[in-house]
């Protein structure tokens, strides 16, 4: 088997084989996502604890379809807070092991922490976004939706649209594409550019029209209006005029371009409507490769692989 | 089949010969309920996706177990506030959608917001409350419950005492029990009678014992004291002692009255706690019911109900 | 059967025979934990409804996984504050009754709730938790852990240390330890040592070091630092130096001393971080059992444990 970890915490320490393994795997999952009967057996007697130290719909969703579609059983303690759980992350993993737990998906928002999580439990740790740090299987869903429409990655300009320096699905999709093959491209306001990146290997722009010049996929991302990156931008007028994606943007990309959106998405601020609900633009895809990558974590981490392909 | 439908939306505009159906289906699904094991394999490897805009511990705690009882899986994404959510409910039904979900029970503050997500996803929606509209699903609780009692609609008299404008289950009620051939008349403050009313044929009376006169089925709702209805009348003390019904109140009404709430009730406050708990009110049976008609729903609309009827 | 009763409420009212029949029970559902496959049918086809009206992860946690490894279906209503639930308790009990739920998990701020909600359902309900009354499955997991180590209970010196008056897992544990026949003895401030505690056979110290000296088995608490205990002592700081304990606070026990802790620990502050590390502190064991007796207490109120041992 090409995955032998115990956890899935990040794309900056794995090999090109490890993830290709788990893409191929999640082909095969998305068969069980068309049956009219969703249920494998794979993790039957299996506990997921939903670990979510920040509230989120989309991900918990995701997780617990993918977890329940291979039989496992679920529970989620969700605390809005950190203070809430009343206990370092560790002890918590501990608590959760002593009972039982087979897998921790875990949601923190200090990076690092699905890693000394993971260091200290014997359950598998699925890192679901640690602070500004990774959010891995959001970004395999996106390599995976890449994958699909391009057969794959040697050569191919990927532009990459917004608040770079704080987007976790970004660091782990810059990571990704480079070990991949990928050409990165950034582009946005300096005050959302990490200093430093060039030397990574991306390419780094201050307008959207040189980033997205002959690119084979845009990615941009949602804006975080109420949040951290409100001190980031100077006006919300201002950002749309010169990062929102819309039709017009793509007239210097490549004529089979596709553009993708982790969602949800703030619509007309950094994609216009028109643009989100173009065939070019693969959310949907991108909604249905997220279930089926789950589904592949858990399967592999179970230890079942084997069995199975 | 009667109910060729993807969606339950509305009482308004469904056919007297559909309502029935599903009343008979759930009939049937009070068998499950009744057994010790109470798990038919129904709705086997279907999802259920909870996504209420409004907290509720009755309606969310119905729903699931009626999705349990039918073996589906459930993934509640309740949110408290429509602004949590983050995107549109058409771009959330969108998620759902493309994640497996084949059923969505929404529960939302907007009036008209299933129906609209209905038009919009292919999966079955269940509208668990739009806004001041409808609250359809409750509404069929509540003529189970009369059916059971009366047998049939016709020529019964229904009061219903309250906040009508506001009360969306009431709105439901009205359509099919007017569908159903009952003659409905309605008495509340001025502040809580919708205008016009009396177009739709429903009788109105500012008094409770001039709607109450004759009545084969008294209805009453919970009095909301917190939230939209305090500015509708001038204060407790009146409101009880002109609209609360108590066992006084129905000695005008048919000897084999029925009195039915839709809980969680305000004892003493629009119904006293004796007739809360006398043999007459019926909230009891109203809320077992509740469960049997939400099994038929979700068994009716996974389009399996030729091959167990 | 040892056990008939329809409920779990309280350690004060059972008999040493009881006890013991459910913490053997609960060692064969300890096999279940340790199975690759962590599934056993007992309870398919029942329902346990969470009914929390005071938030917890570890308890909910532990409660339904319990449930999932009895392949029960499981309903959390869990509400922050009381007043969300809008009803009396009986009437949310009657409500979960009539939509079929076979077990009410309860835990609720006033002490004594859990057993009005029992005498008013024909459902199961077990008690985690009612006000700073009891938690006696809490309670059990300490003696399943004692039971484990010491083979019985006779004659063992066990000291509680800390704020005694206001923790309810402490009133549980003086019942159970003093009805199996072990000697209890108590130190904390004086807020937070019930008056008159002695009738009930309980030494009280008001230093560590007495209430320690040749001890077999000591526990403490987490101090509530945040709620009402802010107010029953001066200062962390002299809380800290008077009643931590610390790997020196043991020199006096007996020499194969264990130190037990519910969980989730304030490091540093009730227990050192060094000593809630230490082999002698059965956490771990505190944490497993927990769930083997929540397992045992469903399996037991099932009805079925006659088919099973």
Redesign the interface.
Known sequence: MAYSRKDFISLLDIDEEEILYILETAETMKYI?N?????APYL????V?ILFYE?S??A???Y??AA??LSA?I?D?T?SKVS?????IN??G???E????DFIICRHPMSGSAKLLAENVHASVINAGDGINEDPSQSLLDLMTIKNQKGSFKGLKVAIIGDVAHSRVTRSNIWGLLKLGAEVCVAGPPTMISSGIEEFGVKVHYNTKDAIKDADVVMTMRLDTDRTSKSRFISLDEYQSFFKIDEHSLLDAKKDVIVMHP???N?GIEISSQLLDDKRCL??DQ??N??AVRMALLYILSNKAGAFL
Not at 35 to 39: A, D, E, I, P, T
Not at 84 to 88: A, G, K, L, P
Request: aromatic share 4%; glycine share 10%.
């Open positions: 996502l049956q009219k009967n969703k249920k039957q007697g299996k506990s604890i509230k719909v989309r918990k969703l995701s617990e379809l329940q579609y059983d529970v303690i605390v809430d759980q009343y206990e370092t002890d918590m501990r608590t959760i002593q009972m039982g737990g969602g949800p998405a619509r959310l949907d909604i249905t997220g279930v």
